[in-house]
T-cell receptor, first 113, second 112 residues
Framework: NAGVMQNPRHLVRRRGQEARLRCSPM?????VYWYRQLPEEGLKFMVY????????ESGMPKERFSAEFPKEGPSILRIQQVVRGDSAAYFC???????????FGPGTRLTVT | KQEVTQIPAALSVPEGENLVLNCSFT??????LQWFRQDPGKGLTSLLL?????REQTSGRLNASLDKSSGRSTLYIAASQPGDSATYLC???????????FGKGTHLIIQP
């Protein structure tokens, strides 16, 4: 049973470009969470999704950021018009139910130049 | 708003010692608490999950306790090894509907 998969592992974008981060949850998991880890800071919750639904996006910046988890395919975190402050590690986690153990992927390290 | 504090921020001990990492949280209305390990430049590895109805959970040389009423958890590592060197993170629900709120971690170094 493969773990949570994220790609790409490293992503370099110039200011103003778009970044698309992908997350495939563990088999049998229908709950996906995105977190961001800024340099020298802790992990911060961004958004929680189930298939085709955003359940809670209270931690996601209101502008330029969006997330989806379609019926088929991976969850996508999209950042439009990236700025240097978006440089961070973005982690995806999945779980079987809302109140159970979360398993994390290896992360995508985004660098904005 | 849930806040999680981990003490100490950094710890360096000789190999073989037993050690305790501390975690405290402000809102005791949690249904579980999770301990993770993060190696430099890597993702998070789940170490232990304690449900709110439990007081302890053990895995190998690791033992985690939970005192929900006082808002505290400890992670006990027995007979530490250099391979235990990593950052240890404590997390509880409260970062969103079911998102986790993390502490800033304890950076642990085990000296050979």
């Amino acid at each position: 049973n493969a773990g949570v998969m994220q790609n790409p592992r490293h992503l370099v974008r110039r200011r103003g470009q778009e970044a698309r981060l992908r997350c495939s949850p563990m088999k049998g998991h229908s709950h996906v969470y995105w977190y961001r880890q800024l340099p020298e800071e802790g992990l911060k919750f961004m958004v929680y999704l189930q298939k085709e639904n955003i359940i809670d996006e209270s931690g996601m910046p209101k502008e330029r950021f969006s997330a989806e988890f379609p019926k088929e395919g991976p969850s996508i975190l999209r950042i439009q018009q990236v700025v240097r402050g978006d440089s961070a590690a973005y982690f995806c986690a999945s779980s079987t139910t809302a109140a159970y153990e979360q398993y994390f992927g290896p992360g995508t390290r985004l660098t904005v130049t | 708003k849930q806040e999680v504090t981990q003490i100490p921020a950094a710890l360096s001990v000789p190999e073989g010692e037993n050690l305790v990492l501390n975690c405290s949280f402000t809102d005791s209305a949690i249904y579980n608490l999770q301990w993770f390990r993060q190696d430099p430049g890597k993702g998070l590895t789940s170490l232990l999950l304690i449900q709110s109805s439990q007081r302890e959970q053990t895995s190998g040389r690791l033992n985690a306790s939970l005192d929900k009423s006082s808002g505290r958890s400890t992670l006990y590592i027995a007979a530490s090894q250099p391979g235990d060197s990593a950052t240890y993170l404590c997390a509880v629900p409260g970062g969103g509907a079911d998102g986790l709120t993390f502490g800033k971690g304890t950076h642990l170094i085990i000296q050979p």
